[in-house]
């Protein structure tokens, strides 16, 4: 079962940057899909970017796109997210997940393995 770590959380300010990773834990990695997701306190998980498989083709929310990039590396079983222009809105606990099968990419419910997380945390 693959299992998921997020890392490069932080604090920062608005017009910063940052660079988060999701390290997966088994060679299959680069069979499957990913995404990342984030959630802020009292509201519902929603959906930043994801990427396909092979890195081909990529997703990104109206919020994040042209801010954020979704990139990996499948010889190192890791994806990115580098965060670029960061506002205080994008203050959230961010998760990669791993997507298994046919499915819309930009619901939780379409991956099937979660990563524990990191806080984003971007101040004015």
């Known amino acids: 079962q693959v299992q998921l770590a997020e890392s490069g959380g932080g604090l920062v300010q608005a017009g910063d940057s940052l660079r988060l990773s999701c390290a997966a834990s088994?060679?299959?990695?680069?069979?499957?899909?990913m995404g990342w997701f984030r959630q802020a306190p009292g509201k519902e998980r929603e959906f930043v970017a994801a990427?396909?498989?092979?890195?081909?083709?990529?997703y990104y929310s109206d919020s994040v796109k042209g801010r954020f990039t979704i990139s990996r590396d499948n010889a190192k079983n890791t994806m990115y997210l580098q965060m670029n222009s960061l506002k205080p809105e994008d203050t959230a606990v961010y998760y990669c997940a791993a997507k298994r099968g046919l499915g819309n990419f930009y619901i939780p419910t379409s991956y099937s393995h979660w990563g524990q997380g990191t806080q984003v945390t971007v101040s004015s």
């Open positions: 990427i396909q498989r092979s890195g081909a083709g990529k």
């Open positions: 088994e060679s299959t990695f680069s069979n499957v899909a």
